[in-house]
């Protein structure tokens, strides 16, 4: 099974922006919908933003405005764009397919989760 490999996490400060890649995602938004996926500090994973063929994008409350969730098929690869990162942002970032083929927020049970990328936001 392809596993994705997340990348670009990293320690800022409040306000500031950084910009997560996930490669080899297998799943192509042609077909799928994709989506990005964190887990906080003692915190369940959640889910952050998806992207789905249509194309059309969902984001989690906490987050709508200030992420942006995009995709290159050609390169196989799902990007999340993050501004105005907030302290509450802290937590490590993953990728995953949806539980469906249209946008979700839904946590995918029993997925393995991988590595992830590590993101920091101090205060």
């Known amino acids: 099974q392809v596993q994705p490999v997340e990348s670009g996490g990293g320690s800022v400060q409040a306000g500031g922006s950084l910009r997560l890649t996930c490669t080899e995602t297998?799943?192509?938004?042609?077909?799928?919908?994709v989506g990005w996926f964190r887990q906080g500090p003692g915190k369940p994973v959640e889910g952050v933003a998806s992207?789905?063929?249509?194309?059309?994008?969902v984001y989690g409350e906490s987050v709508q405005g200030r992420f942006t969730i995009s995709a290159d098929d050609s390169k196989d690869t799902l990007y999340l764009q993050m501004d105005n990162l907030k302290p509450e942002d802290t937590g490590t970032y993953y990728c995953?397919?949806?539980?469906?083929?249209?946008?979700?927020?839904?946590?995918?049970?029993?997925?393995?989760w991988g590595q992830g990328t590590q993101v920091t936001v101090s205060s």
């Open positions: 297998g799943y192509r938004i042609t077909h799928y919908c």
């Open positions: 992207i789905d063929s249509r194309p059309s994008t």
């Open positions: 995953a397919p949806c539980t469906s083929m249209y946008t979700s927020l839904e946590v995918p049970r029993g997925h393995y």
